[in-house]
């Protein structure tokens, strides 16, 4: 058996814990350190092989927060990371363009992409609050077994 890759996770989780649910089931299995955004230390990052990157897709990309803090990071040469996100939108290719913006920065700062998850999030943004939302109850249960499954293919 290999030994377990040395993973972190680094997200951003403001309305409904959508996304800390997600990191939480992917770090479960990578038996990973999670860092909220604001709370991770830099300096350690440099000691993870694997480092996952994600939030709630806000107008078409992830929190700001998430990408300041990419932003802010030294160069990372050689280091593998990942990018997840939940989102309210559902539609074909919206994941995959949602996460340019944080895929850019990641390469930007030397990470070789490894993979990318996104699944539904229970959005109440705006006026769909008048609705009570739309994927109430994501993500749920299938979606944060196919986040495990994804995280045991990165191993």
Not at 9 to 14: A, D, L, R
Not at 49 to 57: A, C, H, N, Q
Not at 59 to 67: D, G, N, R, T, V
């Given at each position: 058996m290999t030994p377990a890759v040395k993973s972190a996770?680094?997200?951003?989780?403001?309305h409904h814990g959508n996304t800390e649910k997600v990191a939480k089931a992917m770090g479960r299995v990578l038996k990973a350190k999670l860092w909220k955004a604001g709370e991770?230390?830099?300096e350690k990052l440099k000691d993870f092989?694997?480092?996952?990157?994600?939030?709630?897709?806000y107008?078409?990309?992830?929190?700001?927060?998430?990408?300041k803090f990419v932003e802010g990071l030294p160069p990372m040469k050689g280091k593998k990371a990942f990018i997840f996100s939940t989102a309210g939108v559902k539609r074909r290719g919206y994941a995959s363009n949602a996460h340019k913006k944080?895929?850019?920065?990641?390469?930007?700062?030397?990470?070789?992409?490894?993979?990318?998850?996104?699944?539904?999030?229970?959005?109440?943004?705006?006026?769909?609050k008048l609705i009570g939302g739309i994927n109430k109850g994501r993500p749920n249960r299938e979606d944060l077994e196919k986040a495990e499954k994804f995280a045991r293919g990165l191993k």
């Open positions: 996770i680094i997200y951003v989780s403001i991770a230390n830099v092989k694997l480092i996952g990157f994600g939030s709630g897709i107008f078409a990309k992830h929190h700001q927060s998430l990408l944080l895929r850019d920065l990641l390469k930007s700062k030397g990470f070789d992409i490894v993979g990318e998850f996104n699944c539904p999030g229970w959005d109440t943004y705006g006026i769909l």
